[in-house]
């Protein structure tokens, strides 16, 4: 749900950006899970904005994948979603 989950990360990406990626990530997961191309873009950007969040977390501390390593966990699982990582760059 963009319209509380979006908000909700932004307002978290200052005080608590380990929160604020993993909200995004879900947001990522499940429009990846279910395949809703119209939204790929829109995670395009999410995953965009937890690059920029990755700096300021601690991963290892967090107990969550760091960026790189989520990354080439989507690309495993949702690698033939060519139409999600042309949007991404990285295509």
């Known amino acids: 749900d963009y319209e509380i989950l979006e908000p909700a990360a932004d307002a978290l990406a200052e005080p608590a950006p380990h ?3 993993l909200l995004l990530r ?3 997961d499940s429009v990846l899970e279910r395949g ?3 939204a790929y873009g829109h995670i395009a950007r ?3 904005v937890c690059e920029a969040l990755a700096a300021r977390v ?3 501390a967090a107990g ?3 960026h790189p390593d989520y990354v080439d966990g989507l ?3 949702h690698g033939r979603k060519s139409s999600f ?3 991404v760059g990285t295509g």
């Open 19 to 21: 929160a604020a990626s």
């Open 26 to 28: 879900c947001m990522i």
């Open 36 to 38: 809703s191309s119209s």
């Open 46 to 48: 999410c995953l965009t």
């Open 58 to 60: 601690d991963w290892r």
């Open 64 to 66: 969550a994948p760091s």
């Open 75 to 77: 690309r495993r699982r």
């Open 85 to 87: 990582w042309s949007q």
